[in-house]
């Protein structure tokens, strides 16, 4: 799979900040318009046998960073780009896995959403 990141509600210089971390590694930026949401994430990346369906999904507002195709080493120096670029930290991320490649956009939003909220409350609990 190429490496492709889709990009849900990013605007102004953070968009611009995170299309300037993505040279480097050569990597496609995407991003999602609201009428894709019900799109299969697969679709979405371009992943074979996967096809438009044209089906609806729930939309939200908050920023979403998808990888697709990146290793461990292309995920620390995203991270690095995107504090380099000035866009500094992204609350809500995830890597296409073979589990959430058959979700829509908004069925992956609420389950990295649930997790963000889980760890916030473990830091917490633990300070």
């Known amino acids: 799979m190429k490496k492709m990141v889709l990009l849900y509600n990013f605007s102004g210089e953070r968009l611009s900040g995170v299309k300037r971390a993505l040279i480097p590694l050569k990597a496609i930026a995407k991003e999602v318009e609201k009428a894709a949401y019900g799109e299969k994430l697969g679709c979405l990346v371009g992943a074979e046998g996967y096809v438009p369906t044209g089906a609806a999904a729930e939309d939200f507002a908050e920023e979403l960073l998808v990888m697709s ?33 058959d979700w829509n956009s908004s069925e992956l939003y609420h389950a990295v959403r649930a997790d963000h909220e889980e760890m916030q409350k473990r830091k917490a609990a633990d300070r």
């Open 69 to 101: 195709g990146f290793d461990g080493n292309d995920i620390e120096q995203l991270i690095h780009g995107l504090r380099k670029y000035g866009v500094g930290r992204v609350a809500l991320k995830a890597v296409i896995t073979p589990t959430n490649i």
